[in-house]
């Protein structure tokens, strides 16, 4: 049997940053990872150049049943003080779009670094463990402490971290131990959803969809639940099943089975002012023609046997004013309905997860059990797309690693 003073479940984002943090202090501190390698969902992250943090970090870019649980750790450990480490490994970025930060090079630097740092403090890590019973060695000797049954052998730790992840992505080690080892300590689950996935459709939009895969356009996209209304600007992707791209994503962590979502294809322009203007312009040219000065000319091609099919042909000079406000009304107000999403299969994160109300925001230990904490995704905090929830991997980590 092996005696450590901190175990952490998970070696992802915030199970290698707690392992760090607790290191740091001396800490004996070993990290067991069910996979074949640690890391996997850093080094898939960000089409393989991890999108590390944001420059823009606020609670506002986290959702949670409690929105004021992340706040602390976020302001302990900010995107600069992650920032700050990444230049300390001469590790190159640069900022794509909206602050989101990814390496210039390759994920494999940001998961390097974090090994570094981790064989820097003495943290021993093993894959392709398996862990079966978690157990307070109080129950029985009145020791405190817990008893891990691993497929290493038996491990005893002073403090457990609870760094598992979500049920996004299986083939990259996502599943539901976290969840299962929360329950068994008195714990409940805040509803489990993929988020920041992709929209399925079975109407007639899937065959319009795979007309248009891989067609990107730059859009503003809508859901309304109860009496909030949710909105991001960012591109959305036509794919073969229906609809990608940051803000499909984005919105998709709001969106709820049954109801329906708005796209603006030109949100940034009048529509209609535009096509009056153009008429005056070329009243001798196609609606198309003009449209496709703002829009894919294969998406137009597809809206037009919609929207306007009986005059495809004719020139704007014989198009009423009615008809292109009717059309223009369409274009910013495309309604669509969802049968679903893809689901955890390429979902990036799970939605909700174990209820922080019993868990505490400065150092993600449990309220039930003293000695167990929670990290990262296991928690009910997501964030947005953008680096937002590698930044709540980093936080949460080291407020945990401060403390276990």
């Known amino acids: 049997m092996s005696s450590?003073?901190?175990?952490v479940?998970?070696?992802?984002?915030?199970?290698?940053?707690?392992?760090?943090?607790?290191?740091?202090?001396?800490?004996?501190?070993?990290?067991?990872?069910?996979?074949?390698?640690?890391?996997?969902?850093?080094?898939?992250?960000?089409?393989?150049?991890?999108?590390?943090?944001?420059?823009?970090?606020?609670?506002d870019n986290f959702l949670s049943e409690n929105p004021h649980f992340c706040k602390s750790a976020l302001s302990r450990y900010t995107q600069w003080d992650f920032i700050d480490l990444v230049c300390q490994h001469d590790i190159g970025y640069h900022e794509k779009t909206l602050g989101q930060l990814f390496c210039d090079d390759s994920s494999k630097d940001i998961l390097n670094m974090l090994l570094v740092e981790a064989e820097k403090v003495g943290v021993a890590l093993k894959t392709q463990c398996d862990i079966g019973q978690v157990n307070c060695i109080g129950e029985v000797n009145g020791d405190d402490g817990f008893q891990l049954q691993t497929s290493l052998g038996e491990i005893e730790t002073e403090s457990v971290v609870v760094?598992?992840?979500?049920?996004?992505?299986?083939?990259?080690?996502?599943?539901?131990f976290g969840y299962r080892l929360a329950e068994q300590f008195g714990h409940t689950?805040?509803?489990?959803?993929?988020?920041?996935?992709?929209?399925?459709?079975?109407?007639?939009?899937?065959?319009?969809?795979?007309?248009?895969?891989?067609v990107s356009v730059w859009a503003r996209i809508h859901t309304k639940?109860?009496?909030?209304?949710?909105?991001?600007?960012?591109?959305?992707?036509?794919?073969?099943?229906?609809?990608?791209?940051?803000?499909?994503?984005?919105?998709?962590?709001?969106?709820?089975?049954?109801?329906?979502?708005?796209?603006?294809?030109?949100?940034e322009i009048n529509c209609q002012e535009f096509l009056v203007e153009q008429k005056q312009r070329q009243p001798k040219a196609r609606l198309r023609t003009v449209l496709s000065q703002l829009l894919p000319r294969k998406l137009v091609l597809e809206l037009e046997t919609m929207w306007w099919p009986e005059e495809v042909e004719k020139p704007l000079a014989e198009l009423s004013e009615l008809l292109l406000s009717g059309i223009a009304d369409k274009i910013h107000g495309w309604q669509l309905k969802p049968s679903g999403t893809e689901g955890y299969r390429t979902a990036e994160v799970t939605l909700g997860g174990v209820d922080t109300d019993t868990v505490s925001s400065k150092t993600m230990e449990s309220k039930n059990q003293s000695g167990l904490y929670f990290v990262g995704e296991v928690l009910d905090v997501?964030?947005?797309?953008?680096?937002?929830?590698?930044?709540?991997?980093?936080?949460?980590?080291?407020?945990a690693g401060q403390v276990a």
């Open 225 to 267: 639940v109860d009496t909030s209304e949710y909105s991001f600007l960012e591109n959305i992707l036509f794919t073969h099943r229906g609809l990608s791209g940051p803000a499909v994503l984005q919105i998709s962590s709001y969106w709820r089975e049954g109801q329906g979502v708005m796209v603006d294809l030109l949100p």
């Open 9 to 59: 479940i998970g070696a992802g984002a915030a199970g290698l940053m707690c392992a760090i943090t607790a290191g740091q202090r001396g800490r004996r501190v070993l990290v067991l990872e069910r996979a074949n390698k640690p890391g996997k969902k850093i080094l898939m992250s960000g089409g393989g150049r991890c999108n590390f943090t944001n420059l823009y970090v606020e609670p």
């Open 4 to 7: 450590w003073d901190v175990v």
């Open 163 to 176: 760094a598992a992840g979500g049920l996004s992505v299986p083939t990259l080690g996502g599943s539901d």
């Open 189 to 214: 689950l805040v509803t489990l959803r993929p988020a920041l996935v992709p929209f399925t459709f079975t109407d007639g939009f899937k065959l319009l969809s795979e007309k248009l895969s891989g």
């Open 382 to 399: 997501t964030g947005h797309l953008g680096g937002f929830n590698f930044q709540w991997a980093w936080a949460s980590g080291y407020a």
